[in-house]
């Protein structure tokens, strides 16, 4: 976590699909920007992880879109 600012991270079919979407709040988690869509995409999207440092946000989760079930990594900031 950096000073004030509080990342969310979860699994959803809004979309009518399972997708990992992210949420940032720079105010102690009392308001919140809008959601990002992490994984886009036409397969099961599931089991999102998330850890934050000094060179950025760092998220992983599982995902069926290429027939395998893999994990992916994504890098933000």
């Known amino acids: 976590m950096i000073s ?3 990342y969310v991270v979860w699994q959803d079919n809004i979309n ?3 997708d990992i979407f992210l949420e940032k709040s720079n105010n102690n988690g009392t308001g919140l ?3 990002i869509n992490l994984s886009n ?3 099961i999207s ?7 440092s000094s060179n950025g ?3 992983v989760w599982e995902d069926d879109t ?3 079930h893999e994990v992916l990594y994504k890098r933000l900031y």
């Open 41 to 43: 995409n036409l397969g």
């Open 4 to 6: 004030g600012i509080r």
């Open 33 to 35: 920007n809008k959601d």
């Open 46 to 52: 599931e089991c999102p992880s998330i850890t934050v």
């Open 66 to 68: 290429t027939g395998n």
């Open 57 to 59: 946000i760092h998220l």
């Open 16 to 18: 009518g699909n399972q």
